[in-house]
C-alpha cells in the first residue's frame, strides 16, 4: 500500500527518462526542385569594376568587385531578385570610383596649372 504511490512515481519518471532518450522529431530531406533560368542573368559589371578599381578609385572598386561577385553567386544560386540588386550596387559603385577618378585627376591638372603659371 505505501509502496503504490512511490512506484507510480519511480515508473513516471522512468518514462520521461526514455522520452529524453528518444528523438522528439524526424527529419526528411527534401531534394530541391529543377530550376529554369528562363529570365537572362543580369550584368554584374565585374570588368567595369575591376578596370575602375585599378584606375580611378580603389576603395569603392573593390566594393563594386564583391558586389558584381554577389551578383554572380546570387544568380547561380537561382535568387533572380538578389541578383539584380547586386548588379545595381556594382554599378553605382563603379559609377562613384568614375566620379572621384575625374574629380582627383582634374583636382590634380589645376594645381599643377597653378604651379606652373606662378613660376614655381
Known amino acids: 500500500m505505501y509502496g503504490q504511490p512511490l512506484q507510480l512515481l519511480y515508473n513516471k519518471l522512468q518514462s520521461i527518462r526514455n522520452l529524453t532518450k528518444k528523438p522528439c522529431f524526424t527529419l526528411h530531406q527534401v531534394a530541391p526542385e529543377q530550376m529554369t533560368m528562363d529570365e537572362r542573368p543580369p550584368h554584374d559589371f565585374m570588368h567595369r569594376a575591376i578596370c575602375v578599381t585599378i ?11 564583391l558586389k558584381a561577385s554577389e551578383a554572380r553567386n546570387a544568380y547561380a544560386r537561382g535568387d533572380i531578385e538578389a541578383a539584380k540588386r547586386s548588379t545595381h550596387e556594382a554599378h553605382q559603385m563603379s559609377n ?4 572621384i577618378g575625374l574629380a582627383s585627376f582634374l583636382l590634380v591638372l589645376i594645381i599643377v596649372g597653378i604651379l606652373i603659371g ?3
Do not use: D
Not at 584606375?55 to 568587385?65: Q, S
Not at 562613384?96 to 566620379?99: A, E, F
Open 118 to 120: 606662378t613660376g614655381n
Open 96 to 99: 562613384i570610383s568614375i566620379l
Open 55 to 65: 584606375c580611378c578609385f580603389w576603395p569603392t572598386g573593390i566594393v563594386a568587385i
